[in-house]
Every structure is written in C-alpha cells, then in structure tokens.
C-alpha cells in the first residue's frame, strides 16, 4: 500500500481517472498516468447492468485481474462491498478499493471497514458516504461519517458530490487521513481543490460519459457530413496495446483469446460423448461444461465432425 498511498499528497494531489475496461486503461497508462480506478457505473452499464445494486461482483473481479498486469496502481470501486470481495480483488492485484456506505447506518459501514482492514492491512480502503451523491447534503452528517470511518481505520474518505469550497474545507480539516473530491466540471479545478487540502482527485463516470457522447458525435458527424476529430488513436496503435500471446481474459467467454485446442477426449471425437464433459482454457483451469453436442458421422474410417456449445 506505501507506494499508493504516497501517491495522496498534499499540494500535489493523485488525479485518478476511472475506467471500465482494458481499452480505457491502456489508453490512460499511454497517457501516462501512474495510477487508475475502476468506474461501477461504466463496469456495470457496459456489461448491461445497473450500478449500485450489487449485479457486477463477477465482472468486477475479472477486470481486476486483467487491469492488474498493467504496469500501474490499481484501485477498484466494489460498491458497498464485503470483506470477501475485498480479499478477491486484492488477491487479484489491486492496490486498494473503494467501499460507499450507500447512506446506511454508519456504525454497520465503520464495522465492515474495521473488518476489511484487519483482514487486508496493507490495502488502501477508500470509504466513501453517499451525504452529498445525488441529493441535497448535509454537511454536519457528512463529518459524522467521515470521522467515524476514518476512526475505523479508513485510509481515505470520499464524499462525491461534495461542491463547496467551505465544506471541502471542513471535511479536510475533520480527518487525518486523505480527502477524495468527484471533479466535477465547471465546479471544480485542480488548483482550487489542491489548495484546499484535498489530495485524491477521481474523475467516477466522467470519462465513461464522455466516451459515450463522443461515440454519438461521431457517427453524427459521419451521417451529417461534418468533421471527425483528425487526432484519433490509429488501428495499429490500439492493436499493439494487446500483443500477440498475450492472455488477458476474454470478460464475456472467459476462454483465452489464443483458444488452445479443447481436451475432447476419444469418445468424443468418435461421437460416443453423451455427458457433459470439461473445457479448460490457456491456464489449464477448467473454464466450463459443454452443454450439447451435434455429431455428424464422415462415413466408416473417417473422423466425425462434432461441435459443441458450453456454459461458464
């Protein structure tokens, strides 16, 4: 956690982008940044699933592994989270996690942090309070929490929404520990918020958002023949982001993108399978069960030709 946490400095605070798949990593670690975050709200809409309920432990867990080989400090947004999935993405290779209270009891969020900290003491916990998020605020309720989650043995607080110069100020001033502020456009720059003692600057579904929309714009502009932006990553740049051999898992098969022949097995080949049999993929673990299998017979000495359809 040292180095990570040596990232929250004062005066020179951690700028965090947040991204939701390997792409939008890569394209940030291009860009030079030492350390990024994961978006639910990007990992959940891209998978077609709603943030904040509890629906992307999987594809969390899977981007964790994946974003882990890149050469930067990786912090994951487990939503409310669990001492269990905090140790699966720190096993997986996050430097830290960030846990939101969602607005319920404090004492029940601080207890879980105490939890996660104790089993996991090197992991930056990141304890988030909904006070300000999508609603109103309430200052006096906000250093309640930060407080008490700081006492618990947070290594940061965050309070997204938080917009206000003075109550920035006084949740800086509540904690010892790391403020993180959501930036937010047009209410926010860098240098007032660093000024103001806040030393984590996350950037949540911004650039999820951004993406979408510049997504929308181009095909408008290739629709109504207006100009596309010139400065696009090339083909071959993006391409090379991922080498040939490389391993990163495939999120929606879970085999490897170097598909290794599957272990069918004799009776499979001679058309005699009738049960479900393994697949394992390029780490030889098994990835799935195959679930039907059509046969068409070659004619006597001739290997069958079969197929198969699986399951994770």
């Known amino acids: 956690m040292s180095d990570f946490s040596a990232l929250h400095r004062a005066g020179d605070p951690l700028i965090l982008p947040n991204v939701w798949d390997v792409a939008s990593a890569r394209c940030l670690v291009e860009a030079g940044f030492r350390a990024l975050g994961t978006t639910s709200l ?6 077609g699933l709603p943030d904040g309920a509890g629906a992307t432990a999987a594809e969390t867990l899977r981007l964790t ?3 882990a080989k890149l050469p930067v400090h990786l912090t994951v947004d487990i939503e409310t989270g669990s001492v269990g999935a905090a140790v ?3 096993e997986a290779g996050a430097a830290g996690v960030n846990m939101e209270d969602a607005m319920g009891p404090a004492e029940a969020h601080a207890a879980l942090l105490r939890s996660v900290k104790r089993e996991l003491p090197q992991l930056f ?3 988030r309070t909904d006070t300000y998020w999508q609603r109103p605020g309430d200052l006096a309720e906000t250093l309640r ?3 008490r989650y700081a006492d618990a043995g947070a290594d940061g607080v965050f309070v997204p929404g938080l917009a206000e110069p003075t109550d920035i100020a006084a949740v800086v001033a509540a904690v010892d520990v790391p403020v993180n502020i959501l930036f937010l456009p047009g209410q926010h720059t860098i240098a007032d918020l660093s000024q103001l003692g806040v030393r984590r600057i996350s950037t949540g579904s911004l650039l999820f958002r951004a993406a979408l929309a510049a997504c929308a714009d181009t095909a408008l502009a290739v629709r109504d023949g207006l100009a596309v932006r010139p400065d696009l990553p090339s083909y071959s740049q993006i391409n090379a982001w ?4 490389d391993t990163v898992t495939d999120e929606r098969s879970r085999t490897c993108r170097a598909l290794p022949t599957p272990a069918w097995g004799s009776d499979l080949v001679a058309g005699k399978a009738n049960s479900a049999r393994s697949l394992r993929g390029c780490d030889g673990r098994r990835k799935g069960h195959i679930v039907a299998v059509r046969r068409r017979d070659a004619g006597p000495g001739r290997r069958s030709d079969t197929a198969a359809s699986w399951l994770p």
């Open 88 to 90: 699966a993405v720190a």
């Open 65 to 67: 592994r994946n974003l």
């Open 242 to 245: 991922s080498p040939p051999g």
């Open 125 to 127: 916990v990141n304890a």
């Open 145 to 147: 929490r930060v407080r």
């Open 42 to 47: 990007g990992v959940a809409a891209a998978a």
